[in-house]
């Protein structure tokens, strides 16, 4: 069946896939490299005053300043825009969609963003997260109910974000008119969902409730 | 039937030639929640910015810049350099004290007259 000459030409079609493989693997295998580069960083630090770098991931590692024959990173001296391979090496979360979990990067730690811009602020603890969950029934009889947890909006958010402009301080009320066509047309959740948090695509990170189960403790029902 | 292996070897090459270039290598522009600030600046002759959302969220919760600093609402914000300049809107952190000045143009003015802003899939309006 084989044929040298089939050998051969099999032997280097395997070759070629390999190479393609290796090829379109690469640029991870160069994000794995730079992240272990510390002590380059290091050296770029003591050369760069900190006012005028650019911290490009959350451990603090510079990967430009503004000069392109500077150290700066790949994407940047490309022209292709504000830090797109940074985010790659910041290892944060991520969600089944690939898009950073913020959620659990606030709740296990991996970022402890500030609070207050005011420095008599900043060093003193942010105010608690606000516990309240809330239980919103949906209007359709095959889709499980809401719970709404103020506690993870709290950790980023301070009340007037939301009230009285997009909610207004009544559930009840809230309830009767809100609808997923409109919170897709970037109302209501919509607003910061689909947009800059998790998308609505992800159903089940907001409707989470069985209908007609009994409501946890301390989720406060309509 | 001597030809035969060559064939096969030619179409294998178009095929992985036809792989190299469906797979987009090229990195992203921007990433999901990035923000285009482009009312002026293309209209000035400045490359758009890309606003890195996520670059900010990892340093600040939402409530330090939303909504005292920005109104919470694509459009609701007109921003010029004027501005930034004299300590509004990016300049309220971009000032040289709290972080560097707005003297380095392309930090910010790196976007690409074409930059798309990946977007959620499903649900969108």
Redesign the interface.
Known sequence: MLTPRRKTSLLVIMMMMLGALVFVGSPQVQAQDGADTQSDDDFFKSLIDPRQAIWMDSRGVIAGTGDPNGFVGEAFRSGKGAHPEALELSNLPLDQYGLVNWARAIREGFITPRHSLDPTKQNKPDDKPFGLALLIPTKSESMPDVIFPHDIHTMWLTCNNCHPEIFAMNGKLNNKVMTMPKIAAGEYCGRCHNRIAFPLSDCQRCHVHEKNAAVPEGVKAP | MKKR??A??LV??LL?VG??LL?D??????????ITLNRHAEKAGMPPV??????H????????C??AIFE??AGSNDITMKKIVSKQFCG??HN?T?S?PPL?C???H???SD?TIPK??????
């Open positions: 292996p060559f096969f070897v294998l090459v992985s792989f190299f797979v290598r090229q990195p992203s522009q921007a990433e999901y929640g990035d890309v606003f890195p959302h996520w670059f969220r990892i340093r600040f919760k939402c409530k330090v939303h909504p919470m609402r309220r952190c040289g709290i560097w380095y392309d930090r910010c790196a976007g690409k930059v959620a899939r499903g649900f969108v309006k």
